[in-house]
Each structure stands twice: as C-alpha cells, then as structure tokens.
C-alpha cells in the first residue's frame, strides 16, 4: 500500500508494482482517515491532515508530505536570469541556489537544497508510523499483492503485505527469498516496526554501511561505485559513536533546557491563569464600583433636581404672593382714583362736600400705608440667578465624589465690598512715630529685601538722605483711596448677596469709572478681570496727581462706599539746585545767579543775598526755595496748595 512512500523501485515476483495497486493504497488511506485517532498521531501530516506520503524531514526536524513542502510558498525565492523561479520539484531541481521557506510547524526559516525537495532526508520514522497505524485501526488487512486474501505477514525490505499464499512464493522468489518477513500480529505486539533502510540508487539494497568523509550512509554497491576511495566503516560499528554524540548533546544540555523550559512554560501558564483571574476579579469590582457610581450619580441627580423644583416653588410662591399683593393694591387704587374722579367730574358741590371727608380718608390712607413698590424692584426674579456649576465639588454621595452643584445666589450691590485700600492714617502715624527711631543700619537691612519693582525708588531716596518713614510712605501699596502719579493701583470686589455671604462665582456686570474731580476731562481707565469666584480684580495708572472719584458699581448700581475718594500723590522730584545760604554767595557774587526763594538784590543782581528783601533768612535750596535740606523739590508747584506740599519729615 506505501509504496509511493519509499525511495525506491521495489519490484514483486520480476515485475513491476502496478499504478492501480498504487491508487487502491491511496484510497485505503483516505477510508483509514476517517477515524479521529489517525489525525492525531505522528503518522500525519499538519499541512494536509493526511497520512504521511512520502515523508521529507526538513532541516527544523519537522516532518511533512513531499508535495506538501513544494506547495510551500518561498519566503526568498530564488531568481534565475533575474526571474523568480516557482517553488516546485522542476524548478528548484534546475536552480542551484536554496530557498528558504517558513516551517509551517514553527515558522523558522528553513533552507532547501538546491537539487529540489527529492534532497531532502526521508523520515524513517514517519512511515513505520503509517505502518503501524494501519495495522492498529484496520481490523483486517489485505494482501497487497493479490488484493484477495487477508494479509497476515509483512515483509520489512519490501514493506508490503502479504497473505499466506503470497507469502510463500515471495520466499520462493530469487530476488526476495532473503527478504525478512515477520508476522503481523507480533509486529502490532511490539508497537514498534523496524525495517531496513534501501538505497534510493540502487534497488533493493539495504544502507549497511557508512561513508566517514561523506557523513553518509550508503549500500555496498555505492561504497563499490561511488566511495571507493573513502573509508566505509560498517553501520553496526560507527553507530555507538554517532549515537553517542547525540545522546551527549540531548542528555548533556538539551533534556536540561527541556526541564527547564516545561517549568518556565508551566510558570507562565501559572501567572496566564492568575491573570486571568485578577483580571476578572477585577472586571467585577470596575463593574460593581461604575453601577455604584451610576447609582449614586442618579441619587445626585435626583437630589439636585427637587433642590431646583424646592426653589422653582419658594420663587414661585415668591411671586404668586407679590402679584397677589399687586392686585389687591391695584385693585384698591383704581377703586379709589375712580371714585374721586368720577365725584370730581359728575359730582355736584353738594355732593362732593358730602363725600369729602370719607374719600379723603381713603386716598390719605392709600398714600401712606397702601402698597406702592418702585418698578425696578418687582419683577426682577426670572429664575437667571439660579445657575449650575457642574465644575464645582459637591461633596460625596454614598462614598463617591460628586461634581456639579447648584447655585441659587443673587449679588446684592449694597453687600458687596472693596478690599487693598491704603494703610489708615492711624498705621501711618504709628509707622512714623515706630521707623523714626530706627536705626539707618535696620533701614538699609531693610532696603536689601524690598521687592525689585520698589528696589529703584527706596535707593533714589535713600541717596538724598530722606528718612525712613519718607521710604515707607513711597512704596505703600496703591488701592482704593490712595495712589501714586505712574504707579498701578489695585484693590478687589467682594460680591455678596443679601446675606452677607460670598458668591462663590462670577459673571455679575461690574462697571468702575475713575475720574478727577478738578480736571473733569481727566479720566483712567480701569480694568476689571473677573476671577469667577465672585471677587474681581481691579487695577488703574493714574497719570496725573490730584483728588480722583472712584465709581464701583454692581448692576448698575453702587457697592458699599462707593463713590470712594482717590487722592494721588505725585512723583517724588529730586533737587536740582544747591543747599546755599543765599545766590550771592554760592555764586561768588555773579548776578547772573538766581534763586527759587523770593529775595531780591539791588544792583542787577538776580539771586537773593543776607540781609535783603525777602531772604527767608535760612539756607535754602537754590532750585525750590525749599528750606528743608531732606526733602523733594517744589519747584513748579505752588508751596500752599494740596499737591505742592512734599513728603518733608523733620529728623
């Protein structure tokens, strides 16, 4: 029945094995399939799940069909005169280069001989596998000679069947008589079929012995033939030592690895399992902690949806109660407005002076104690302070974060304050008294760790001597009620509502105006920056010293203290001039020299001198008049007027 299978021309009693017994062998092969055992075994082929036809071991030491690894698509394919050449028997036995291919088994780069698949080494081992499947599923066996009688001996050279009758004349035959021929059913008790190996050149001759410089081995007519000149060593002989070899290599290291493989695979199938199972745990917890969220969520929603409806009612009833309020009210007036009018317009004098008295009362009454509300104050309350935050922490329902709350606030402009006003007068007078004192070491301890944006002026100052408390009052913080000529002021508003509580978020209409109260074209522009939890940023650059308004207003209208008073100090001038006793003298009595005191000298002279008109009889400065040497310059202000009187301390 294997005939196909072997690589070799066996011949039956003179002549040839026949192409129907060969295509009746194919068919017994495909009925023995259909069992389930046969497709599990070492007698099948992966590729096409049939028994093994033709075996050839690829270099991987996997087993497959001859026409199974020609089918094989090349994974580098081989190229003749730049031409791809198909992987196929013809066309790599003309090419004298490999191609590689992919194991279907273990997808490990292969390389196939370049004479074709027919070089590759035939799996032995794979067609005693067939054998003996064939004989342990087939309840009976057919003679393959025959074809009539049950087959009930083997012969191994030839491996075919044999019944009785055939048997015999297979004994009887010249070129078979040596033939080995073993009983069935011992074969099936051994489980093992050993049979010789023939030579694929010479028919019927058993590979006995071994070429050692060809590492191949061969029969006695190709050691005759071919390996005259090599040494042939018997098979029986070299097979200790081969075998041997690759028993060190399997028992010395690679059963080793084995071990070690098979507990590294069960370890990982271990952690897989484990995985697996963590991984569900987990699942369970996600899905029970998303439903207890959701059920939460729900809990939240529904919470703030009766707190909406609560405050849709109290609203409602709000209104429902001014209307009611309303109607009656309007109801009484009109009554009332249309019964003095139609007394005035149809009433006689009788009549009129009749019913004075009790309408008078009415309409006296109606002015003082009836209901008379101002238009902007009814009918505001459209539900627009009422607003959702959905940003907004809204504590925790059932052990869950919730977001999202809601906001039922009104900013009430009369609650609402201002913060980063000036230091009182009070803290200034107690500053002044405190750092008067202080020693010049502690100020200039100080000066090092004033911020850099007030570093420029303390030092300017700091040259022409002023004294500690004139360093602090230039670089005090600018806000609502006090500023300085080119500086930034700034101070922020506290929305509140009717409570006094804070709003907690932005968005009202905030308007601020600053405007000089002298020169009324004079106006800075402020700049409000909303930090949406209900404080608001404000900041101006006053450009001119002077008496400012400043308007903060709240939907229009005014916050708590507002209009406030902004009073703007000027820049800080140095002096000029020189400290001198008079023009005359510092000059050294050229006339030409002035002074910015108000003496006069006769004789040309346009400076003051000792003892004329007007020397205030002090040393003074040349540029300002001023008499005091630690001082700013008032030159181009006028001494009595609120912005020519400078930041002057006596020490």
């Known amino acids: 029945m294997q005939i196909d299978m072997i690589n070799a021309t066996v011949l039956f009693c003179g002549e040839e094995f026949t192409h129907e017994t060969m295509k009746k062998s194919e068919m017994k092969q495909t009925s023995i399939q259909s069992n389930g055992r046969v497709s599990k075994s070492r007698a099948v082929c992966s590729v096409c799940s049939r028994m093994f036809r033709e075996p050839k071991l690829l270099p991987c030491l996997h087993t497959f069909c001859a026409d199974c690894i020609r089918q094989i698509e090349p994974f580098s394919a081989p190229k003749v005169d730049g031409k791809s050449t198909p992987l196929g028997a013809e066309g790599l036995a003309g090419d004298r280069n490999s191609v590689t291919v992919l194991c279907p088994e273990c997808d490990s780069e292969v390389d196939l001989p370049s004479s074709g698949v027919d070089s590759l080494t035939t799996d032995h081992l794979a067609l005693d596998e067939v054998f003996m499947e064939t004989l342990l599923i087939e309840s009976s066996v057919s003679c393959d000679l025959c074809s009539d009688g049950e087959a009930g001996q083997r012969c191994e050279v030839c491996s075919v069947n044999l019944c009785k009758f055939c048997s015999?004349?297979?004994?009887?035959?010249?070129?078979?008589?040596?033939?080995?021929?073993?009983?069935l059913e011992d074969l099936k008790a051994q489980g093992h079929l050993s049979r010789p190996v023939l030579c694929s050149v010479h028919a019927g001759q058993e590979l006995r012995l071994f070429c050692e410089p060809c590492d191949l081995p061969v029969c006695r007519e190709c050691a005759a033939a071919f390996h005259r000149e090599h040494r042939c060593r018997p098979t029986h002989d070299v097979i200790n030592h081969h075998g041997d070899r690759i028993r060190a290599l399997v028992s010395g290291s690679l059963r080793p690895r084995l071990g070690r493989l098979e507990e590294a695979l069960r370890r990982v199938d271990t952690s897989q399992g484990a995985l697996q199972r963590h991984a569900k745990m987990l699942a369970s917890e996600i899905r029970a902690f998303a439903q207890g969220y959701a059920t939460a969520v729900e809990a939240h929603c529904s919470s703030l949806l009766r707190a909406l409806e609560d405050l849709r009612l109290q609203r409602s009833n709000q209104l429902h109660l001014q209307r009611a309020q309303l109607l009656q009210s309007l109801a009484d007036t009109g009554g009332a407005v249309d019964f003095a009018e139609r007394l005035l317009t149809c009433g006689s004098e009788a009549e009129i002076l009749d019913a004075k008295g009790v309408t008078v009362r009415r309409l006296i009454t109606l002015l003082e104690s009836g209901y008379d509300p101002q238009p902007d104050t009814v009918a505001h309350d459209d539900g627009s302070g009422i607003c959702f935050l959905p940003?907004?922490?809204a504590g925790q329902v059932e052990g869950f974060p919730m977001v999202g709350v809601l906001h039922a606030k009104t900013t009430d402009p009369s609650k609402c304050v201002v913060q980063g006003e000036d230091i009182s007068t009070e803290c200034l007078w107690f500053l002044d008294t405190l750092f008067t004192h202080v020693p010049r070491q502690m100020i200039l301890w100080c000066h090092?760790?004033?911020?850099?944006?007030?570093?420029?002026?303390?030092?300017a100052m700091g040259e022409i001597g002023l004294p500690p408390c004139a360093l602090l009052r230039a670089v005090l913080p600018t806000g609502v009620q006090q500023g300085a000529e080119g500086q930034r002021g700034e101070f922020t508003l506290i929305c509140k509502d009717s409570a006094g509580e804070l709003m907690g978020t932005g968005g009202d209409a905030v308007l601020v105006s600053v405007v000089h109260t002298e020169q009324k074209d004079?106006?800075?522009?402020?700049t409000v920056v909303d930090n949406g939890d209900g404080s608001y940023a404000v900041s101006y650059l006053p450009e001119v010293s002077g008496s400012y308004s400043v308007w903060v207003c709240v939907?229009?209208?005014h916050v708590k203290g507002s209009p406030f008073s902004l009073t703007v100090r000027p820049k800080f001038r140095r002096h000029h001039g020189i400290f001198h006793c008079c023009s005359f003298c510092s000059s050294k009595?050229?006339?030409?020299?002035?002074c910015g005191c108000p003496g006069t000298m006769p004789?040309?002279?346009?400076?003051?001198?000792?003892?004329?008109?007007?020397?205030?009889?002090?040393?003074?400065?040349?540029c300002c008049g001023s008499l005091v040497k630690k001082s700013e310059c008032l030159h181009g202000r006028e001494p009595g007027s609120p912005h020519g009187r400078v930041r002057t301390v006596e020490l």
Request: hydrophobic share 20%.
């Open 555 to 557: 939907k229009a209208q």
């Open 168 to 183: 015999q004349a297979h004994r009887r035959q010249k070129r078979t008589s040596s033939h080995s021929i073993h009983s």
């Open 391 to 393: 940003q907004r922490c």
């Open 589 to 594: 009595g050229a006339k030409e020299a002035q």
């Open 522 to 526: 004079c106006r800075v522009d402020a």
């Open 603 to 622: 004789g040309g002279f346009q400076g003051c001198g000792h003892g004329h008109k007007g020397h205030p009889g002090k040393d003074h400065w040349s």
């Open 448 to 459: 090092e760790r004033v911020e850099s944006s007030c570093s420029a002026s303390l030092f």
